[in-house]
């Protein structure tokens, strides 16, 4: 058995969790003990717990300083200055799951090819590419973001599923030969109207990448842009999946029947967010 760190050790230690766990509530924590715990845990050396905490207390998102989210049951790697993967994106996810349990059951065998735009860490791609075999069918996995960071550690995540990270604008650097290929396509694009920006919570807006966030006048300019592509690289009975608000689900559906695509929104009251599926039609 290997002998825990002494970082680790410190974690049975009361009066140690406690110190760590005051200091993160002084800087505004709200769950400092939760934190404290993640903290004492991952560090390797109470040299690197200090860091650590020094920090989280500094206002760095937690999953930046751990160098993880937990994500749909799974531990994704999260870069320094990377969007650090939401918890309400899991019902995209979800929903994307079932469009392919779906999609499975009702084609003809194939190898089914999934796309996830602005991917940041990759974690939606690496989680469907974990859920999504409901048959044992292959899924061909690509992922594009135009953040540099955000490709190198996407690939971290998606790798060993063996997909594909491209760095790129949208569409633009995928492989051609998928054009009109694509069965579930998945952009958890960014979607916060510019003049909302500044009341997101100081660790978001001051330490992830404005590129991540800003969806421009009224959120919704990224998804205008895909849409104007989208069903060019949908295959027949494609799928298109974004990630929304409920005050915004209107317009996204406008958005999604002007290029061609059949739409229903679905939202999830335990999320607090809603997902618009579009439909290329056949």
């Not at 979800?94 to 999934?114: E, G, I």
């Not at 569409?171 to 290929?181: K, S, V, Y």
Request: glycine share 10%; charged share 25%.
């Amino acid at each position: 058995m290997t002998a825990a760190s002494p970082a680790r050790e410190q974690a049975g230690q009361p009066e140690a969790l406690a110190a760590v766990a005051a200091t993160l509530r002084a800087a505004g924590c709200v769950f400092a003990e939760d934190e404290a715990r993640l903290l004492i845990e991952t560090a390797a050396t109470p040299a690197d717990l200090d860091a650590m905490v020094r920090r989280r207390a500094g206002g760095l998102p937690l999953e930046q300083v751990l160098g993880w989210a937990e994500f749909c049951g799974r531990r994704i790697v999260v870069d320094s200055g990377v969007f650090v993967p939401r918890r309400r994106t899991e019902f995209l996810v979800s929903q994307a799951a079932a469009v392919l349990r779906a999609r499975c059951a009702t084609t003809p065998p194939s190898t089914t090819v999934v796309v996830d735009l602005c991917c940041g860490t990759g974690a939606i791609g690496a989680a469907l590419a974990a859920l999504a075999r409901p048959d044992g069918r292959p899924i061909e996995l690509h992922a594009t973001d135009i953040d540099p960071a955000a490709v190198r550690c996407a690939r971290k995540n998606i790798d060993p599923s063996g997909g594909n990270v491209y760095q790129g604008d949208l569409f633009g650097p995928l492989p051609t030969r998928l054009r009109g290929r694509i069965c579930v396509l998945i952009s958890n694009a960014p979607y916060v109207p510019t003049a909302e920006l500044t009341l997101m919570p100081p660790e978001a807006r001051d330490h992830e990448p404005r590129g991540a966030l800003d969806g421009g006048g009224d959120g919704l300019d990224i998804v205008r842009r895909i849409a104007a592509d989208a069903a060019h690289w949908l295959a027949p009975g494609g799928h298109w999946l974004v990630e929304t608000s409920e005050r915004q689900a209107r317009a996204a559906e406008q958005i999604f029947r002007g290029a061609g695509l059949d739409a229903r929104a679905v939202s999830s009251f335990d999320h607090g967010v809603t997902v618009l599926i579009g439909t290329r039609r056949d």
